[in-house]
């Protein structure tokens, strides 16, 4: 009699655990959110970037390695065109050594310049200078908003794959 009520207890047991298990998996397969995810393309999708690996430098999606640098140059809109040929062969010269598998994107940026200083923070000893400034103060403030500029200049960097020659030459000897 105690051993079948035992095994009543234990059978009892196994059932209620399995309606345990398949009412856990229910309520789980309600709130999973995959069924909520939009199957479109997504922008993060179609970025390459993967992950931020030291300090300004990124690796992506498909393997290659990203840098950017920002820099100031003088502004090409009063630059000559000889002085722009210039920095174009001092770039060209600079990236010429890198071989294959390079990429370079250079962005030119565009924001608003500060306003002219206020009149207090100006300090001149003689009447002459102070009306220089304040003639230089009028031009500038009669141009409306002026812009100053500056470069992103970002290289990607793709390994180039080896061949399966230089593979089998490496790894099977």
């Not at 390695?65 to 820099?71: E, T």
């Not at 001149?124 to 200078?129: E, K, T, V």
């Amino acid at each position: 009699m105690i051993e079948s009520v035992a095994f009543a207890i234990a059978v009892l047991g196994a059932v209620l655990l399995l309606i345990l298990f398949t009412r856990i998996r229910a309520v789980d397969a309600e709130l999973k959110l995959k069924k909520h995810r939009s199957k479109d393309t997504a922008l993060a999708d179609l970025l390459n970037y993967a992950a931020m690996i030291d300090d300004g430098v990124i690796v992506c999606k498909n393997g290659s390695f990203m840098a950017a640098w920002l820099y100031k140059g003088d502004d090409n809109a009063s630059s000559t065109d000889e002085q722009r040929e210039m920095v174009s062969f001092r770039i060209n010269q600079a990236l010429a050594g890198l071989g294959s598998g390079w990429m370079v994107h250079v962005d030119a940026v565009r924001r608003p310049a500060p306003n002219y200083s206020d009149r207090g923070h100006s300090n001149f000893p003689d009447p002459l200078s102070a009306a220089i400034e304040e003639e230089r103060r009028q031009l500038f403030e009669s141009l409306g908003t002026m812009y100053e500029g500056y470069f992103v200049l970002t290289l990607t960097w793709f390994p180039t794959a080896p061949c399966p020659a230089q593979v089998y030459r490496t790894h099977v000897r």
